[in-house]
């Protein structure tokens, strides 16, 4: 506005001029006329009219320029006030574009919102489905009615005993039944129908002869079997004869796959191989070439123990989890570390549930068997260690076919036939638990355990700690572990400890476990160490007394024929702390040593 005013300023003064120009020149004329009669001093006035003349000439033209130059700036203004009006429009445009940004954001911020509150819920209903699955699991183990593990009782003639329990590990099924079993030691041929199991010797002599797994493969009619310490497979032919029958060797399958295998498979085209490799912590795969098996691809698993192929994937399990791999590529598709709310100590075993497509295993160390889709989720759940029949005893493994499940329930030396709502219970060796009437008051929930510790178990104090039955372990209060004797570690016994359990008196402890005759003896009052023979197995702790499967046993009569250990002399043996971990004996020794009076039984 204030250019406006000093561009009409500027243009009245040109026409001022221009006014006053037009006067003079009008004036000079009548000048010139007068001059013509006034001489010599007109035509000096004349003269300087014209000079004057010139002067408004030439402020004729500047004010001719300064009007040009008006209309320049008018024009210019015209422009500049034109490109404001352009400049004020593309502002309201570009604040309605703010505004609409503004508003975009808005909207995206709102989605984002919705977004977060819809992720939200899905996590609550993921939460809740796995808190479902975890429940329904626990109401199982809880509420709804479990299989009878009891079962109707039928003995099995078993021949060749002499080294212990037959302690049942691995089974595959020859036809509708007849079985193999194999328990580490021999490979039995069971007959239901004539309830009788004999060993199977084989034709050649082998330098390691550590049947753990047997698998037999329709496709080739032949038996595979995982020689564990042998370090390789077993492939053997079942030939009946005139005087019974035995294993024809028709392959040996040794590879750097293939260090310490506890599990084997077969497809069922015959193409794959799977080994479970215990001591080489993975899982191996071998394909069928030329009529050899080449080594594939290896996947790490820790202790990997159990294995099964269905289809194009292939299942394994071990310590601490159980995973889903692709059986061409060895891709790991899915693994979990727990069967509902509870985690895997160490599932030995896991097999295709024929019946239904899925899945069949059991973890030994918290005593339990379980089904799950192939995609790894819970199904069921079902069983516990503990004393009796109306429990298991390290189920190792569990099968299912078309006809029943059948659980191998190893210390129990017997195999549990679940068939609908009947139960038999097919038992090797001599009758057990036949003294309790009413077994069924001694079952265990499902849930007995956190991680390898026995969370229900009562505590005592021993070497001055406060210990609890572990697995394998008495687990102290500041949360070491106090291994328990493992092969030839206690007086030459071969056994290990397994599911331990504590019993006492006024003056004992007594830690038995459900793997081995012997158990330790602890003076609660000298602090002295020793065990004794027990002579049996899958034995428990019951507060004051041990239960067994011939009859109960009492503390003092344990403690009679006990012997003790000399501190000095287990002192000197090998062996110490691993992490968390050291051996009991070797803990005692050195506690011992450092006690003020010496311990004396």
Known sequence: MNKKIAYGAILVGVIILVSFAHKIKTAANLLTETLLFSGQRMATIIGRLDAQEQAANKLEQAAGKLQRTANELEQATGKLEQTASQLEQTASELEQGAGKREQTANKLEQAVTKHEQAATKHEQTANKLRTDIGGVIDRQKRGRP????????????????????????????????????????????????????????????????????????????????????????????????????????????????????????????????????????????????????????KRDLVASHGITIIGDEVFASGQGSIVKLSIETGQELARIANIGSESIQFATCINEDESTGDLI???????????????????????????????????????????????????????????????????????????????????????????????????????????????????????????????????????????????????????????????????????????????EWDCWAQASEILCPSRRYSIDELAAAGNMLDREEEAKMAGGWVGSAIPLVKYWAEWASTRSVEARP
């Open 146 to 297: 479990a299989p009878d593990l009891q079962g109707n009782s039928i003995h099995v003639s078993l021949l060749k005993n002499e080294d212990g329990p037959m302690t049942p590990v691995s089974m595959t099924k020859l036809s509708a039944r007849e079985f193999l079993i194999a328990n580490y030691r021999d490979i039995y041929l069971f007959d239901q129908d004539q309830r009788i199991a004999v060993p199977l010797e084989i034709d050649v002599e082998l330098p390691v002869w550590n049947p753990t797994a047997v698998f037999y493969s329709a496709f080739y009619d032949r038996i595979f079997i995982a020689n564990y310490v042998g370090g390789d497979i077993i492939v053997a032919q079942l030939e009946h004869t005139g005087s019974g029958a035995k294993l024809h060797l028709t392959e040996r399958i040794a590879d750097v796959g293939i260090k310490g295998a506890e599990g084997v498979a077969i497809s069922r085209g015959g193409r794959f191989m799977g080994v479970a490799d215990y001591d080489g912590n993975v899982v191996s795969m071998f394909e069928r070439v030329d009529d050899k098996w080449i080594l594939r691809w």
């Open 361 to 535: 295993g059991s973890d030994p160390m918290s005593g339990i068997v379980f089904t799950m889709t192939k995609s790894l989720q819970p199904k069921d759940v079902y069983g516990a260690n503990g004393p009796t029949f109306a429990n298991l005893s390290a189920p190792f493994c569990a099968y299912r076919d078309k006809d029943a499940v059948y659980i191998l329930s190893t210390y129990q030396d017997r195999i549990v036939a679940i068939s609908g709502r009947v139960t038999t219970s097919l038992e090797f060796g001599y009758p057990r638990w036949k003294y309790i009437a009413d077994q069924s008051r001694f079952r265990y929930p499902s849930a007995t355990s956190r991680g390898s510790v026995q969370f229900d178990a009562p505590s005592y104090q021993m070497f001055d700690k406060t210990v609890r039955a572990a697995y394998g372990a008495l687990a102290t209060s500041d949360g070491k572990l106090l291994m328990m004797p493992a092969r030839e570690d206690l007086f030459g016994g071969e056994w290990p400890f397994y599911v331990t359990g504590i019993a006492s008196d006024q003056n004992w402890l007594v830690v038995v476990s459900n793997s081995s005759p012997r158990a330790i003896l602890y003076n609660r009052k000298t602090g002295a160490l020793g065990g004794v023979a027990i002579g």
